[in-house]
C-alpha cells in the first residue's frame, strides 16, 4: 500500500495546473520528466489495482502480451512530436496523456514479470532504437518540427534522447559481460 500512496501522491502533484504548465513549457520536461513520472505513478498504484482484479488480470493479460502491446503503442503515440504539440493545445489529447500514461503503467507493471526473456529483450531493444531514432530526428531536423517549443529545445529533447540511448547500451553491454551464473 505504501507505493500505491506513492502513486498517488506523485499523480496528484503532476496535477497541480502551474506544475503542469511549467513542465509542458519546457520541451524536455514534457517528454523526459513528465511522461515517464505519469508512468511511473501508474505503475506504483497499479499493484492494489492488479490484487483488487487479478482475475480479470488473469484471465485477460495471461502471457503478459497485450499488457505490453498497449505500452508500445501508447508510448510510441506519446513520441510523436504532434502528440506533444496537441497535448499543450488540445484539453481531450492532455486528458488522454493524464489516464492513458497512468494505465500504461499498470499495464507494465502486470505485463513485465509475465513476459519471457525473449519478449523482454525485444521489447528493450525496440525501445533502444526508438530512443535512438527520436535522437537523430531532434537533433538533424533542420526545422522547428513541434509548433509549441523552439528549435533549440528540440535539440536539446534530442540530446537527451541520446544521453538515454547510450545509457541503454551501456545497460545492455553490463548485461551480456557480466556472470548470471549465480542467479540459476
Not at 95 to 107: A, E, N, Q, S
Not at 125 to 150: E, H, K, R, T, V
Request: proline share 4%.
Amino acid at each position: 500500500m505504501k507505493q500505491a500512496g506513492l502513486g498517488t501522491i506523485l499523480f496528484g502533484i503532476l496535477c497541480i495546473p502551474p506544475l503542469t504548465a511549467y513542465m509542458e513549457s519546457i520541451m524536455l520536461l514534457h517528454m523526459l520528466v513528465q511522461l515517464p513520472l505519469l508512468i511511473l505513478a501508474g505503475c506504483l498504484i497499479g499493484k492494489p489495482v492488479i490484487n483488487k482484479f487479478h482475475t480479470f488480470f488473469t484471465h485477460w493479460n495471461t502471457n503478459g502480451i497485450p499488457g505490453i502491446i498497449i505500452f508500445v503503442f501508447i508510448t510510441m503515440y506519446w513520441m510523436l512530436p504532434r502528440a506533444i504539440d496537441e497535448a499543450v493545445t488540445i484539453d481531450l489529447v492532455e486528458l488522454f496523456k493524464f489516464i492513458g500514461l497512468p494505465i500504461v503503467g499498470l499495464c507494465l507493471r502486470d505485463s513485465w514479470k509475465k513476459l519471457q526473456t525473449l519478449g523482454k529483450s525485444f521489447i528493450f531493444l525496440n525501445y533502444l532504437s526508438m530512443f535512438g531514432l527520436m535522437a537523430w530526428l531532434y537533433i538533424d531536423s533542420p526545422i522547428q518540427i513541434c509548433n509549441n517549443y523552439l528549435e533549440t529545445q528540440q535539440k536539446v529533447l534530442g540530446w537527451g534522447f541520446l544521453v538515454i540511448t547510450i545509457w541503454m547500451i551501456l545497460y545492455l553491454l553490463q548485461a551480456v559481460f557480466t556472470d548470471h551464473s549465480e542467479k540459476t
